[in-house]
């Protein structure tokens, strides 16, 4: 067979498509699109309500007065200052993602930079609790809780070390397989 | 741009190029053809405000739809389990009525193929021109020329081997 010949066995599927819509079907998609949000959206902002929150909690329990444990302050300080950094990296990523042209080599380098955003994302998470959990322990020792805060943070490192492994793993595979394709679609092998 | 608008535009885009949808699905997975085809619609309609007119509604489709389509054959775990309830009600329905032999040979060894393969053999089935193929896909129009070469002499070698045996 020649290669017109699959040409014309090809077009003549346009006057027979291969499938039918099911409109109701179709109709329950297009209702639940809005809603649809970006797994990164929702990390970003789950990150950011988070610190936030902590960091708001962390000041109403403890009004400023004197005699006040100051490692409080500087804990619920920390977490602020990592919404402030998640903010302006969310910020970071909007204004990149408009670098990329909408070819199929653009939309790949933009997934593999969004991998990579979210891996640094995990990775922030992962090592915050090294400095707050400094923080915590000062604090703790200070109250004289030691045993108790330790116990706190040992349970809450664990968690969040477990947590970001998995994502970090399946967003390092994701950016590999996207990195090979790349290279497919630039080589041609 | 309103949601209703958004929406009306994707309704009549899906009227006039859902054959266009159709054939990326079938060339992308041989199974999971509802979630695909719920997946690029979704992108299509996410990319709506996007769109410039700068490229034909055709091309800036074939773009997304085949975007979506590589990307998703490359995810770890294509949906969760709350996404999985839209396929219980079967988005597409197969058109028994279409039954040329050598469309599903041809569907078959497109599937073959590695995903960005699969995409320049679509859009030469198509009929794109070398720039607009090289415009699409982000390479040089002589990459796309290296390619269109290697895959067409591999279909008509395959097709000889079908012509004769069958297979």
Redesign the interface.
């Given at each position: 067979?020649?290669?017109d010949e699959?040409?014309k066995?090809?077009d003549?599927?346009?006057s027979?498509?291969?499938?039918?819509?099911?409109e109701?079907?179709?109709r329950?998609?297009?209702l639940k699109?809005?809603t649809?949000l970006r797994a990164t959206s929702v990390s970003e902002w789950l990150l950011i309500l988070i610190n936030l929150g902590a960091g708001i909690i962390l000041l109403g329990l403890h009004p400023f007065k004197s005699g006040a444990n100051i490692f409080l302050y500087l804990e619920a300080a920390w977490m602020f200052g990592i919404v402030v950094y998640l903010l302006v990296c969310r910020d970071r990523r909007i204004k990149a993602s408009r670098r990329f042209?909408?070819?199929?080599?653009?939309?790949?380098d933009h997934?593999i930079s969004l991998a990579g955003y979210q891996m640094r994302i995990s990775q922030i998470v992962r090592w915050n609790f090294l400095p707050l959990g400094a923080i915590m322990i000062l604090s703790g020792w200070e109250a004289g809780k030691l045993a108790r805060v330790g116990i706190v943070i040992l349970v809450s490192f664990s968690v969040a070390f477990y947590v970001t492994s998995k994502g970090y793993q399946?967003n390092k595979?994701?950016k590999r397989?996207?990195q090979v394709?790349k290279e497919?679609?630039?080589t041609?092998i | 741009m309103t949601e209703k608008e958004q929406l009306d535009i994707l309704e009549g885009w899906l009227k006039l190029h859902k054959g266009l949808i159709f054939k990326v699905v079938r060339a992308y997975t041989v199974t999971d053809h509802d979630d695909l085809f719920q997946e690029i619609i979704i992108q299509v309609w996410h990319s709506i405000p996007a769109f410039r007119r700068e490229a034909s509604v055709t091309t800036w489709l074939y773009r997304i739809a085949l975007n979506t389509a590589i990307k998703w054959t490359k995810k770890e775990k294509k949906y969760s389990g709350a996404e999985t309830l839209d396929n219980v009600q079967h988005l597409l329905q197969e058109n028994r009525a279409q039954t040329d032999e050598r469309l599903s040979w041809l569907y078959g060894e497109i599937y073959k193929l590695d995903e960005i393969e699969r995409s320049v053999t679509l859009l030469l089935l198509e009929g794109f021109s070398y720039k607009d193929m090289s415009a699409i896909l982000g390479i040089s129009e002589s990459n796309v020329g290296v390619r269109i070469n290697r895959i067409k002499k591999q279909l008509i070698a395959k097709s000889k081997n079908y012509d004769s045996h069958g297979i």
């Amino acid at each position: 067979m020649e290669f017109d010949e699959m040409k014309k066995i090809w077009d003549a599927q346009n006057s027979q498509p291969f499938y039918e819509i099911d409109e109701k079907a179709l109709r329950n998609i297009q209702l639940k699109m809005n809603t649809v949000l970006r797994a990164t959206s929702v990390s970003e902002w789950l990150l950011i309500l988070i610190n936030l929150g902590a960091g708001i909690i962390l000041l109403g329990l403890h009004p400023f007065k004197s005699g006040a444990n100051i490692f409080l302050y500087l804990e619920a300080a920390w977490m602020f200052g990592i919404v402030v950094y998640l903010l302006v990296c969310r910020d970071r990523r909007i204004k990149a993602s408009r670098r990329f042209d909408r070819s199929i080599h653009g939309d790949l380098d933009h997934w593999i930079s969004l991998a990579g955003y979210q891996m640094r994302i995990s990775q922030i998470v992962r090592w915050n609790f090294l400095p707050l959990g400094a923080i915590m322990i000062l604090s703790g020792w200070e109250a004289g809780k030691l045993a108790r805060v330790g116990i706190v943070i040992l349970v809450s490192f664990s968690v969040a070390f477990y947590v970001t492994s998995k994502g970090y793993q399946v967003n390092k595979r994701r950016k590999r397989k996207l990195q090979v394709l790349k290279e497919k679609l630039d080589t041609g092998i | 741009m309103t949601e209703k608008e958004q929406l009306d535009i994707l309704e009549g885009w899906l009227k006039l190029h859902k054959g266009l949808i159709f054939k990326v699905v079938r060339a992308y997975t041989v199974t999971d053809h509802d979630d695909l085809f719920q997946e690029i619609i979704i992108q299509v309609w996410h990319s709506i405000p996007a769109f410039r007119r700068e490229a034909s509604v055709t091309t800036w489709l074939y773009r997304i739809a085949l975007n979506t389509a590589i990307k998703w054959t490359k995810k770890e775990k294509k949906y969760s389990g709350a996404e999985t309830l839209d396929n219980v009600q079967h988005l597409l329905q197969e058109n028994r009525a279409q039954t040329d032999e050598r469309l599903s040979w041809l569907y078959g060894e497109i599937y073959k193929l590695d995903e960005i393969e699969r995409s320049v053999t679509l859009l030469l089935l198509e009929g794109f021109s070398y720039k607009d193929m090289s415009a699409i896909l982000g390479i040089s129009e002589s990459n796309v020329g290296v390619r269109i070469n290697r895959i067409k002499k591999q279909l008509i070698a395959k097709s000889k081997n079908y012509d004769s045996h069958g297979i």
